[in-house]
């Protein structure tokens, strides 16, 4: 419980890998496209108004942001991917030093992917999903916004979430549906990272 309570703090926004604190604890991080519900999902998972920037602008966010919890848990918010917009060298730069720090990170326990319940798994999401394949991380889908559908429409995306995730080894066979809105699945997920440490 107190983990997600209230000692949280913002340790440092890092643009490349000399910027990266330490590997002295455990790490969780969270991914996903721009406007997924990364922000609300980080902020309302550990009691936080802004802990973690809700997108203004998409395409601007470069940084790996990174979050202590009671000092004993790093949790990482790893910038958007799949913006139009963004200057193509913006994209290749913080798509590279992404993945430098995904297959670089030895404390790093589990990346949640983030999809938005009403998009289902692009493919821009596979080939996020092939990256953390090939770093052999362990990465668990989070469904985001189920509040937005019909329980009918939710096991759907549920069902297409499970053939993604079929063949990539290293994909957590759970699939977690969140609301951060209207807190569905929250105590789940926190079940989830409390088993990690
Ligand atoms: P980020 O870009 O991934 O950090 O996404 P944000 O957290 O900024 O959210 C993007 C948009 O989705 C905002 O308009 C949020 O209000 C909305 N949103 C986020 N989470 C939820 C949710 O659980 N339910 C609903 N209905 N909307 C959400």
Same mark, same amino acid.
């Given at each position: ?18 910027? $990266? ?66 200057? +193509? ?24 992917? $983030? ?50 995730? +079929? ?21 789940? $997920? ?8």
């Amino acid at each position: 419980r107190k983990l997600f309570a209230s000692e949280v703090n913002f340790v440092k926004g890092v643009v490349n890998m000399q910027g $990266l604190p330490p590997a002295d604890r455990p790490e969780i991080a969270f991914a996903g496209r721009s406007n997924v519900g990364k922000s609300s999902l980080i902020n309302a998972l550990f009691n936080r108004k802004q802990l973690a920037r809700a997108s203004g602008q998409p395409g601007r966010t470069q940084e790996i942001n990174f979050f202590t919890i009671l000092e004993a848990l790093y949790v990482v918010d790893l910038p958007g991917y799949g913006f139009a917009k963004a200057p +193509k060298a913006v994209v290749d730069k913080w798509t590279n030093f992404t993945q430098t720090y995904l297959r670089g990170r030895t404390n790093l326990q589990r990346v949640f992917l $983030l999809i938005d319940s009403r998009r289902g798994v692009g493919d821009v999401d596979r080939g996020i999903m092939k990256v953390l394949d090939r770093a052999a991380l362990n990465y668990q889908i989070v469904l985001t916004k189920a509040d937005k559908l019909k329980k009918s429409e939710l096991d759907k995306v549920i069902d297409d979430a499970v053939v993604a995730i +079929k063949k990539n080894p290293a994909a957590h066979p759970r699939i977690m549906l969140t609301s951060a809105e209207k807190n569905i699945g929250l105590p789940e $997920l926190k079940a989830e990272i409390v088993a990690l440490l």
